[in-house]
């Protein structure tokens, strides 16, 4: 898919095509690693813009994955960071019963920002947290390509602590 330089310079809002672009990307990841999964792409409100069920994946997979796109951008962290902290004795024990069990510690959840504001989220569920982490990232790595030379708005992922910024160039 090409992007025109308006499309890019606007990237303001999670929009159907960058979503899409996003779930190729994605599911490209989960073939190489033998794969199914469930992949979730939600906007800034955390509301689904592009759902995708690789064939064979888990019926459970797609709350998992929803949940955890949600989770990212409800949190405005990754989905990782939680679950250290939510252990017995963290300092977050007992998150993920909050929100009607929605808030999900498991990995696989990214948000994705433009200078520094979060417009989206993916999750991914179907393998390990390992391997949803890995199938999400290819995605913020397409995110991250989706910046036009010299654009003041550069695309950026949230991982690492809340605190964290890394780009991938």
Same mark, same amino acid.
Do not use: H, M, Y
């Given at each position: 898919m090409t992007w025109g330089v308006n499309e890019l310079t606007k990237m303001t809002q999670m929009t159907l095509d960058v979503a899409k672009t996003l779930l190729a990307a994605a599911e490209q990841k989960a073939k190489e690693l033998r794969l199914s999964c469930d992949i979730a792409i939600v906007d800034e409100g955390a509301n689904l813009v592009a759902f995708h069920r690789m064939d064979n994946a888990r019926i459970a997979g797609i709350d998992i994955s929803q949940s955890k796109a949600w989770t990212s951008v409800a949190m405005k962290m990754p989905t990782s960071n939680l679950a250290q902290s939510a252990q017995p004795g963290g300092a977050t024990f007992g998150i993920n019963t909050t929100n009607q069990g929605r808030l999900v510690i498991l990995g696989g959840g990214i948000p994705l920002t433009v200078d520094g504001r979060i417009v989206g989220g993916i999750g991914v569920s179907g393998g390990t947290s390992a391997q949803d982490i890995e199938v999400a990232n290819a995605a913020v790595q +397409?995110?991250?390509?989706? @910046?036009?030379?010299? $654009?003041?708005? +550069?695309? $950026?992922? @949230?991982?690492g602590s809340a605190y964290q910024y890394y780009q991938y160039n």
């Open positions: +397409t995110f991250e390509k989706l @910046r036009v030379s010299g $654009n003041d708005q +550069t695309p $950026n992922a @949230r991982i």
